[in-house]
């Protein structure tokens, strides 16, 4: 038996929830109106993390420790929040946003990192990284031209080994996922934060988006 099987867990199950010291109903509809007053009083302004919890203490939970709200309570506030956007914006009529607001959540495919892991896992972990000829650079396509990046310093002149094989995954996967779609990503979320307010995405982490 593997030492880790044996392991007692660290906490309880839903050991970091309030849900048992907070009434999760008037808890969501307090956030709902502090969103609304401060969306008031904030006017052109972006309010800053804390001035945020100074005003709305339920908001200030949702952005500083937002695992402490379970999930699907979560969700159901940042429906209520576009819901409420979309009506003063004159873009939902009141009666459609009960419905708006309540609609389940939808399921969402595999992350993106899982696939690269995964493809990975099969031109990598099993048998001779060597005997695959890789080194450490990337080839990018940009135009229908295909260039060679060197990943580290002179890293077209440099192997991969199976003692070197997890750092090369690892800097392919953040070239993949950072560099190379860095100024599509920038342009990306900068689109977003002008249709929702970026305090809001801040209720979830990179796994939950």
Do not use: C
């Amino acid at each position: 038996m593997q030492l880790s099987a044996t392991r007692r867990p660290f906490k309880l199950p839903d050991h970091w929830l309030v849900t048992s010291q907070v009434d999760v109903i008037p808890f969501i509809q307090a956030a709902i109106l502090e969103e609304r007053n401060l969306e008031q009083s904030s006017n052109a302004r972006t309010p800053t993390k804390w001035q945020v919890a100074y005003m709305s203490p339920r908001l200030g939970v949702l952005n500083d420790i937002p695992f402490a709200i379970p999930f699907e309570v979560r969700v159901s506030i940042f429906r209520q929040f576009v819901a409420s956007d979309l009506v003063a914006r004159g873009l939902l009529s009141t009666s459609r946003r009960h419905a708006f607001g309540s609609a389940s959540s939808p399921s969402w495919p595999g992350s993106i990192q899982s696939s690269i892991r995964d493809s990975f896992s099969s031109s990598i972990n099993t048998g001779d990284p060597e005997e695959l000829s890789l080194n450490f650079t990337v080839v990018v396509q940009e135009f229908d031209v295909a260039r060679t990046v060197d990943l580290i310093p002179n890293g077209s002149n440099i192997v991969i080994t199976p003692e070197n094989r997890l750092q090369y995954i690892f800097l392919v996967s953040h070239y993949r996922l950072t560099k190379q779609i860095k100024e599509q990503s920038e342009a990306f979320f900068e689109g977003l934060s002008e249709m929702i307010t970026p305090r809001w995405l801040r209720m979830f982490n990179q796994q939950e988006l």
